[in-house]
């Protein structure tokens, strides 16, 4: 009998062993669970809080982009965004001549303001259909977004923008950045030239065309025939035809301001080589009231480059070293850095330094030879440049300059200019030599003097009217200034 007694204790033993074991492991597995649990609300959470982020991060990017393309902001604040002062020398500018920023609101009273339960924003902003945020909408929605004075002397505004997301848990995130501008001067000519434009010879006259804008000479401006200056007239064609295609030369923008004398070297019978000049052109313009000329500072123009663009420097044979870095067997040629595969291939700013990278002088003036296809882009040469592209160029769609009084825009018609062979911006520090003939779409600046290499080279130019305002393609009107990025909740 003990023996069945002792048999009877152990198993007894075992299977209270094996209850504490299943008691166990059921706690673990609650454990678990609970854990699991945790992890999934965390990675919901986490999830929610990223996508929260991403859009608040994309109604800045949105506000960003309308600083630079004011007509695809909505009609309410597209004229609230763009520069209202104008500094010493007559350019527009956010800040007034003492420095204060256009933006002067409160975090409770901004200068800009869309707000989501207003069914008017709530609409514009979040529509499925048309909504500035229908691609986002199965993710959340924007509820406010504000511009307002910036908290940092010298920065242009700030931004915060306020979202949620959809689903069966609703986020809330609020972002905030400050802004800061590069007021690039802006180039309000279509072609600007600080010396005298042309030669008083026969064959060796001013071949230089402008449509959409004005032609501003330093020196003296000399042409065969006084026909040669296009005719100012509020009707005349907008088209991207050449002044030699059409049977008049006229422009509705058209406008010569030279700082001496126009000079006619073939006057026909019975006009004198000083004739009567119409009353769009400027003559006798220096020293009083003086020749507006839009230049572009070395030293500012040098740090945009190294921060926002491309910094070359340049040798004696003509071959450019990125980043500044001179070594034997690095050079690489110019036709390589300024050519854009195609229409859209925007290249920005490209910088290319004097020959011993200081201040442009007369002793180190290197020389650009471009002669690509097609630029699309800013290209600033702290030298003299030849020229010369080798093809046709490309077919590119513009619109014109303000056609009326209608809205704070005006009226700007569509254009199809072909043959394109430089879109953007072209400025000299020295001479620009034109080598066969060129069209251009923005505007070209040269600090000494365009000349020409001989019959059929010459320089056509459609001035591109954002230019005039500071808009320049590839290079950011306004940015986000470096630690002034943070979540409000």
Not at 77 to 88: G, I, N, P
Not at 252 to 262: A, N, S
Request: proline residues 7%; charged residues 15%.
């Amino acid at each position: 009998m003990p023996r069945i007694h002792e048999a009877e204790r152990q198993q007894g033993v075992a299977l209270l062993g094996v209850l504490v074991l299943l008691l166990l492991l059921s706690l673990v597995g609650a454990t678990l669970l609970n854990l699991a649990g945790q992890e999934v609300i965390s990675a919901h959470v986490g999830r929610e809080a990223a996508v929260a982020q991403q859009l608040a991060d994309a109604a800045v990017e949105l506000v960003i982009g309308w600083f630079h393309r004011p007509r695809t902001a909505p009609s309410s604040v597209s004229a609230r965004l763009m520069k209202q002062h104008q500094t010493a020398e007559g350019w527009p500018s956010f800040f007034d001549q003492a420095g204060r920023s256009q933006f002067v609101g409160t975090v409770d009273r901004p200068d800009v303001l869309l707000d989501a339960t207003n069914p008017s924003d709530d609409q514009l902003l979040n529509d499925p259909t048309t909504g500035l945020f229908r691609s986002v909408r199965h993710l959340g929605t924007v509820r406010q977004i504000k511009a307002y004075a910036p908290s940092r002397p010298g920065l242009l505004c700030t931004i915060d923008a306020t979202v949620q997301t959809e689903g069966p848990s609703t986020f809330r995130q609020s972002v905030s950045m400050q802004l800061s501008t590069l007021d690039l001067p802006p180039l309000r000519a279509g072609v600007q030239v600080g010396q005298s434009l042309g030669h008083p010879q026969a064959g060796r006259e001013s071949s230089v065309g402008v449509h959409w804008g004005t032609l501003t000479v330093g020196g003296n401006l000399a042409v065969p025939r006084i026909e040669e200056i296009p005719l100012l007239s509020a009707s005349a064609p907008i088209t991207g035809q050449r002044y030699e295609e059409t049977t008049s030369r006229e422009d509705r923008w058209t406008e010569t301001w030279v700082g001496g004398e126009v000079q006619v070297t073939e006057p026909p019978p019975g006009q004198t080589a000083r004739p009567i000049l119409p009353s769009h052109v400027h003559t006798m313009q220096h020293p009083v009231p003086g020749v507006r000329f839009d230049r572009w500072s070395y030293d500012l123009l040098k740090r945009v480059a190294m921060r926002h663009g491309s910094y070359y420097a340049i040798d004696k044979d003509g071959l450019l070293y990125p980043d500044g870095n001179v070594e034997s067997g690095r050079g690489i040629s110019p036709n390589q850095v300024f050519h854009s595969k195609s229409v859209g291939d925007q290249l920005g700013l490209i910088f290319v330094d004097t020959l011993d990278r200081t201040a442009p002088r007369a002793d180190n003036l290197g020389t650009v030879k471009l002669g690509a296809g097609y630029f699309e882009g800013l290209a600033v040469v702290q030298g003299h440049v030849l020229l010369g592209p080798g093809v046709a160029g490309n077919l590119v769609a513009v619109l014109s300059p303000p056609t009326g009084a209608t809205g704070v825009l005006g009226v700007r018609v569509p254009v199809q200019l072909s043959g394109i062979q430089l879109n953007g911006v072209l400025y000299a520090a020295g001479d620009i030599t034109v080598d066969r003939a060129v069209k251009v779409y923005g505007a070209v600046t040269a600090e000494g003097t365009i000349a020409s290499t001989g019959t059929g080279a010459s320089l056509e130019v459609w001035h591109n009217h954002d230019l005039s305002r500071g808009l320049f393609q590839g290079l950011p009107v306004v940015y986000p200034a470096p630690g002034t990025w943070l979540t409000r909740y």
